[in-house]
Structures are given as C-alpha cells and as structure tokens.
C-alpha cells in the first residue's frame, strides 16, 4: 500500500493525540490513548500500533514535551557554564527585577545551573567583536580537567560579546571536543545570536540542559518508527509555530519547549482563515493546562522571548498566555476558600471518575457530577467514567467547605472559568485588544465545556467549536509550515549613512541563511517564503520593538508608527538603534485539507437533567454529526463526540458551519 498518510501527533500531560489525514480520500479520522509521562513516545506509538498504519505513513509530525518536562521537573542533565573572566554572576544576578510587586519578599529566579558548576576562562572582545584579550588554551584544559573529574556530559559556553565575534566560542568547543569527544557543547552564538549577555547565558543554559535528553527520545523514537517499517521521516513542532525535521531539530532542542500548544495556535490561524473570522481569541483547555492566543487580522504574533518555569529563553515562541488550568486539576480547600490547580491528577492516577486510583477532585469530576458529562460515552465511548468515585471525591471537598456536594462542584468550575478569564484579559490587554470584539474559539478536550460561560464572562458574542476539537493541536501540526528563524546584530542608528547599506547586507546574509535551511529540508525554491523584521529602539532604551522590514528608507518612519501603535505615543525627535534583523523562513509542504469522516455510527438523542445554578434543567443529549446545516440545538443542550463534550446552556444556541464548525451565538431576546 503507498505509504500517503498525514499523521499528526500531540503528547499532552493527559492524552496522546493522534490525527491522521487521508489526502486519497480527503478525510480526517483522529485517535487518543493516554499519555505515558515517564515515557512519552510510549503512548505515541502505542496509539499507532493500535491504527496500524505505521507502514502507510507518508508524513509525521509531533509536538513533543521531552525537553518541557526535563524543565519543568528539573530533571534535565548537570549542566557547567562556561563565561568570560569577571562575568561569573550574570545568570544569578538576571535582570535585578522584582515580578511580584506587591511581595516583601521577592522571590529571584533558580537558574537550571549550579552557582558552583560555573566557570570563568581569560578571554574578552570589545562591544565590536574585536579581540581585546586573547583566550588563554591553559585554562580551557583546566576546565576539561573539572568537567572529567566531575562526569559532567553537558556545557553552556556564553562569553561577552560573542555574538558578534564568535571565534573565541569556536575554539573552547573544538579544545573540549578534543579532549571529551563525548561532550555536549552548547555555544551562545548559536542558540542566541543578540545582544543581552543575561538573556544569552539564560537560553544557551536551557538548551545544554535539556540537548542530550531531546536527543536520546528523539533517537530512541526514531528506532522504534524505522523497526515498525515507517517510511516517513521524523519531523518535529516548534514553539515558532513551525515544523522542522527531528535531525535539524536536534541543533536547538529548546525551539521544541513549546510545541504542543503552537499546533493548537496553528489550527487557530488555519480555522480563522477558513471561515474568514480573522480576530479570534483562542483557548486550548487540555487535561493539565490552558493556554490562550490570539489571531489578529488571520495572522497569529511570534515574539522573540519566553519564559517556561522561571528560565527566560530567547527564541521565535508564538504569544500565549498559559495556567494551570484544566480538566485534572485538582480542587481544594485553602485557608477556608476554593482553590483549583495548577497541581494535576495528569493521566495517572487521572481523576477521580476515571478509576485509576485518583482520590482528589478535579474539574472533569465536577462536569461530571453536574450532568455535562455522558459516563457512559466519554472518548467515544471507549472510556466509562466512574461516577461514585467522583461523587466520593467531590464530598470529601464539600464537607471541607461546609456546603453541598453539587455546589462544590458548581464552585469548582466557576474558580476554573474566572482564571482563564483572567488569562485572556491579560493577553488581550497585553496587546491593547477589547475582547468584545472578538469570536472566541475553544477547543481542546475540555474547552468547549467552558466557551460559552467564558464569553459571558467577557462580554464575546459568539463561540466557535471546530471539528476534531478534542485533539485540534494535533491537526494543526499538520497544517503548519516548515519553519527556521535566522537573525543577525546590527549597530547604530536608522539615520546612519551607512545603515541602507548594512541592511541590505544583513537582508542577503539572511536570506542565503533561510534558503539553505529550508531546501535541506526538500523544500523547493518556489515553496519559499521569507518575512523579515528589524528589532528598533529609542536611543537609551533596553527593549526593543519589531518592524516588518519594507523599504529601508522609511524604516524609521515605520517604527515610530509602530511605537506609537503599542505605547499611545511616539517620539519622532529622538534617535533609533538598529538592534537585530530577524528573518522567519517558511516552506509549504503538502495540501490542506479541511474535511472530515463521520463516524461509524450517530447515537439517538437523549435527554438529561444538568444542574445550572443549583438547579435542574432538561437538556438535549445530541451527537454532533446528527446535526444538519440548517438545525439549531437551543440550550441547555450536550453535544457529543468522541474526543471532546460541548456544553450550550440556556439563553445560546448552536449551528453547525462550514467544515463541520459549530458556532454558538446568544438567542435574540
């Protein structure tokens, strides 16, 4: 059989999503099993071995959480860091800032390295690159001496300057290669090519502590596809919002941090484009977490910085907003009021009603309980819930609280709702955005329990659940492109006599770099895009602001417009650092396809009591492909399918759309 099939595959904390993409037959089916956290590609090939397609597989494309988790459990690989003479304290020292405003006493960040596996070797460039003390080879042997004696298999070499002159870098990683042919070295100039001597030794520091753990899954993953015979090669999501392959990947494991959640925005844009609704503000609530984006105008926003448990890491990361918010987290009872998460029951033991041994409430034990869940069909009907365990576990909270057991669970889900609330009027105000004029799209295995109480929350008018919501990150994975991010440093001012010209230096030094990269990835010359950005400031200024590079000429303009844009006010009078010329190359692969299968079979409609405000409503049981084009289901009503449960309460109404998208709107007064 030709091996054509699409498969995307997203390793969450709960479930292993699994969408394959039938381009003979245009149509889509999905698959999920549960994660196996100590081993993530475990549950990925579990669920593949259950399709058996294997050997069909023409594309493969995962979001994995290897290097996510090494961070997040602090279980990545002993890391040295290897700095310029007299720069020993710039990771401990970070930006001196005080987060938490309101706190006395101001906790600072825990870097991923020991202040005692950092080392200082005599070397120094100027601002300019140029050599002001030659590195001293003596040292460096010194070095190899302690990270020998000491077994350590991964080092950070971020020195001052490096960025623009990288040789003294070069030549540390080819003396310790030398002497430890073992050794992971991770060079600054690589990883963060700018300036910011902090925010360079933070993100070099973060990628040598997760490379040989991203390299050993993805290694070990890629034996077990080519002994099961798969003839696709391995490609990977990143945190940009682009796909790459798992080799290249490799080069900067930290570009992967992210890559589950950038599918879920990818499938945003892509469903934002399809049904020609370009503002959209979208929330992907999964079994551990939630995580909010934006689409404005059908494009969603890369940054260049992110920080994942206290490590600022600067890369492309596309801008989202993320709690610890989902379907496992657990509630309880906190200094006499009602606390939900971040801490998550995950897959194992999982919630209570799943009966794996969960004793604690969580939010899918209190859907649940108050009759939005089907026990009996969850993941299409391949999982039965447990509802006295639910029950039992929803008690022992209410007798902490001292109120009933279905107000328990009403509280949990309104402390649920408030925080994601909260996350996106933080994105929203973060760009300036009012949210009211936007749709809301909620997806996910949990969202589209929550969008409808969310946009009365915020004042949104409309909720869109698209098809295949349950494991939606997963189908955009496969509509994402293959993407590699270049930059370079650039120096002085817009009005600089020679600046045109070292933009356009820049520019072709760029596109030479992107090109090379994307066609080592089969991507054809016509199959190529670039876009490229300049960061500008204010002379005086630290931050700077990105520019979509037009005409060079008006590049001051164009910032000035920007600034005033972002801040409300710009200052034309003052002079503009270049700062760094950034280029995104892309490279479409493959056609997209927006179809999908129905299944086997359409349960009939049901009824059911679901408890809103502490009362019972009859509502709708209905499958959601027994609804026509021109039906309305009124709530209160359940819509069911196999990965993924939509609750419309009274006063909503939902019509299915274009590609099978629900979209949910108030009923007229």
Known sequence: MASTLRVGVDIGGTFTDIVIVDPASRTTRSHKVLSTPREPATGMLQGLDELGIVREVGFLVHGTTAGLNAILSRGGDRVALVTTAGFRDVLLLGRAENRDIWSLTPKKRVPLVQPDDIRTVRERLGQDGAVLTPLDPAEVEGVADWLEAEGIGSVAVCFLHAHRNPLHELEVRRLLKARLPGLSVVLSHEIAPEQGEYERSSSTVATAYVSRTVESYLTALQGELRGRACPAPLHVMRSSGGICSADLVARQPIQTILSGPAGGVVAARTISQALDRPDIIAIDMGGTSSDVSLVVGGRITVVSEGEIADNLLRMP???????????GSIARAE?????????????????ACYGL?????????????????????????????????????????????????????????????AMMANAIRTLAMRRGIDPRRFS?????????????????????????????TGVLSAWGMLHADIRHDVSVPLEGLAGDPGAAAMLRRAERQLRERGGALLAAEGVTDAGQDCRIAVDMRYSGQVHALPVPLEDPARLARDFHDCYRQTFGHAMPDVPVELVQMRLAATGRIG???????????VLPEQHRNVLIGGKAHPARIVHRDAIGRSDAVPGPAIILEAGS????????????QNFGTLIIAKVPA
Do not use: C, Y
């Not at 009021?337 to 971040?342: C, D, F, N």
């Open 335 to 351: 200094a006499g009021g009602l606390r939900v998460g971040p801490q998550s029951a995950g897959s194992s033991p999982g919630p």
């Open 440 to 468: 809301l799209m909620a997806f996910g295995g949990a969202g589209p329990l929550h969008g409808v109480a969310l946009a009365e929350e915020l004042g949104i008018e409309e909720v869109i659940v698209p098809f295949g």
């Open 645 to 656: 449960t939509t609750f419309v309460p009274p006063g909503w109404a939902a019509r299915q």
């Open 591 to 601: 056609a997209r396809f927006l179809d999908h299968d129905g299944p086997a079979a």
């Open 317 to 327: 990361v596309v801008e989202m907003h993320t709690i610890g918010a989902g379907g």
């Open 357 to 417: 041994g969960g004793t604690r409430p969580t939010v899918t034990d209190a859907q649940l309980l108050l009759g939005r869940i089907d026990p009996d069909w969850f993941l299409g009907g391949r999982m039965k819930l447990d509802l006295p365990a639910a029950r039992k576990a929803m008690a022992a909270l209410a007798t902490d609280l001292g109120i009933g057991v279905e107000a328990a669970a009403e509280g949990i889900l309104a402390v649920a709702n």
